[in-house]
T-cell receptor, first 114, second 115 residues
């Protein structure tokens, strides 16, 4: 079945640690890829997106993600996390064969400790 | 600039009652999407609407669920004869253009609890 997989459901890091959140998808065809973030008590907001071009995408707040087509992956990275990065992170895929449905992973809950 | 507004934020219904969830998109946005998040699950696409038109309802349950986006007023997601399994967070999102060219702007969600 077509899906978006986020392998880490809960991640706990100390401030200044490096972060990598995995995302794999199983959709064929052309894909647009997104990472959304939901800070505590707030709405979902876009962190970064990939449509085409350079597979290394830079987003807000020092986040970046790399699209590796051969691995069907779009992992999110940040070299040094801050306490304010504590949030829920969602990977999402818009596939050319899935109509208008943005398909989300189950999310990864990140807790950054001081 | 007001974001996507959803109301109510929390709704409690007994089995068999109707639930109506409202969504006002961001100003200037004419594309509205509804998503559902069940406990321990990711967001699942339900329906995509433009003004007065349902474009894609492939994610809507076949019965009891309906959505509209009238020419005037908010988009409405309506659930008739609710059951416990309908308990979830329902998120609305809007965009100014087709999703293939942009991003979604989400509301804070409406949390439905069915007793």
């Amino acid at each position: 079945a077509q899906s978006v997989s986020q392998h880490n459901h809960h991640v706990i890091l100390s401030e200044a640690a490096s972060l990598e959140l995995g995302c794999n998808y199983s959709y064929g065809g052309t894909v647009n890829l997104f990472w959304y973030v939901q800070y505590p008590g707030q709405h979902l907001q876009l962190l970064l997106k990939y449509f085409s071009g350079d597979p290394l995408v830079k987003g807000i707040k020092g986040f970046e993600a790399e699209f590796i087509k051969s691995k069907f992956s779009f992992n999110l990275r940040k070299p040094s996390v801050q306490w304010s990065d504590t949030a829920e992170y969602f990977c999402a895929v818009l596939a050319s064969n899935s109509g208008y449905a943005l398909n989300f992973g189950k999310g990864t809950s990140l807790l950054v400790t001081p | 600039n007001a974001g996507v507004m959803q109301n109510p934020r929390h709704l409690v219904r007994r089995r068999g009652q109707e639930a109506r969830l409202r969504c006002s998109p961001m100003k200037g946005h004419s594309h509205v999407y509804w998503y559902r998040q069940l406990p321990e699950e990711g967001l699942k696409f339900m329906v995509y609407l433009q003004k007065e038109n349902i474009i894609d309802e492939s994610g809507m349950p076949k019965e009891r669920f309906s959505a509209e986006f009238p020419k005037e007023g908010p988009s409405i997601l309506r659930i008739q004869q609710v059951v416990r399994g309908d308990s979830a967070a329902y998120f609305c999102a809007s965009s100014p253009l087709d999703l293939n060219t942009g991003e979604l702007f989400f509301g804070e969600g409406s949390r439905l609890t069915v007793l």
